[in-house]
T-cell receptor, first 117, second 115 residues
Framework: DGGITQSPKYLFRKEGQNVTLSCEQNLNHDAMYWYRQDPGQGLRLIYYSQIVNDFQKGDIAEGYSVSREKKESFPLTVTSAQKNPTAFYLCASQASRQGIYSNQPQHFGDGTRLSIL | SQQGEEDPQALSIQEGENATMNCSYK?????LQWYRQNSGRGLVHLILIRSNEREKHSGRLRVTLDTSKKSSSLLITASRAADTASYFCGPLPMYSGGGADGLTFGKGTHLIIQP
């Protein structure tokens, strides 16, 4: 079945540590996104990528980094610079952000819940 | 970035009743999408309405769009316990060719269906 897989489901970070959240999709989608969701809040865009080897900052990119070396993979690193990383992180993909494909929905993974030890 | 704001923040109804939730947004859109999120899970796409459409149906879902008021509504008819979830609207802005745009969701409407 096609879809998006996020791992791990739960992750704990120690002070000063960088952690990487995995996001893999087999939908052959060009565009991928990372969102952060705090309790009782909406989703905020961290980073997005329209195509391999290209990505753009979202609204809250500080303290995060991404890479897009392969079409199917868009890992998110939460660095030690992110002082309040506890949240639910969601990855999504879309066929494309451009042209007729912009009317395609985003497909979401089941999220990674990150907590501080 | 564009943000949809859902209203009400919480809604509790009896099973079998209809549920209506609203969404407002700020600038011109390409389309508007509604998503459902069950507790602790990712978002699931429900329905997409394009800026040149006024109403769309999918099963028990009915979505309306009023671009002059920059608002949309989602109606769930004959609600079921399984409809209990949070519902988010995602207005997709007209593609600007740059900037940090994308689907940025509000706090959602938390719908509880009482058995």
């Amino acid at each position: 079945d096609g879809g998006i897989t996020q791992s791990p489901k739960y992750l704990f970070r120690k002070e000063g540590q960088n952690v990487t959240l995995s996001c893999e999709q087999n939908l052959n989608h060009d565009a991928m996104y990372w969102y952060r969701q705090d309790p009782g809040q909406g989703l905020r865009l961290i980073y997005y990528s329209q195509i391999v080897n290209d990505f753009q900052k979202g609204d809250i990119a500080e303290g995060y980094s991404v890479s897009r070396e392969k079409k199917e993979s868009f890992p998110l690193t939460v660095t030690s610079a992110q002082k309040n990383p506890t949240a639910f992180y969601l990855c999504a993909s879309q066929a494309s952000r451009q042209g007729i494909y912009s009317n395609q929905p985003q497909h979401f993974g089941d999220g990674t819940r990150l907590s501080i030890l | 970035s564009q943000q949809g704001e859902e209203d009400p923040q919480a809604l509790s109804i009896q099973e079998g009743e209809n549920a209506t939730m609203n969404c407002s947004y700020k600038t011109s859109i390409n389309n508007l999408q509604w998503y459902r999120q069950n507790s602790g899970r990712g978002l699931v796409h429900l329905i997409l309405i394009r800026s040149n459409e006024r109403e769309k149906h999918s099963g028990r879902l009915r979505v309306t769009l009023d671009t002059s008021k920059k608002s949309s509504s989602l109606l769930i008819t004959a609600s079921r316990a399984a409809d209990t979830a949070s519902y988010f609207c995602g207005p997709l802005p007209m593609y600007s060719g740059g900037g940090a745009d994308g689907l940025t969701f509000g706090k959602g409407t938390h719908l509880i269906i009482q058995p």
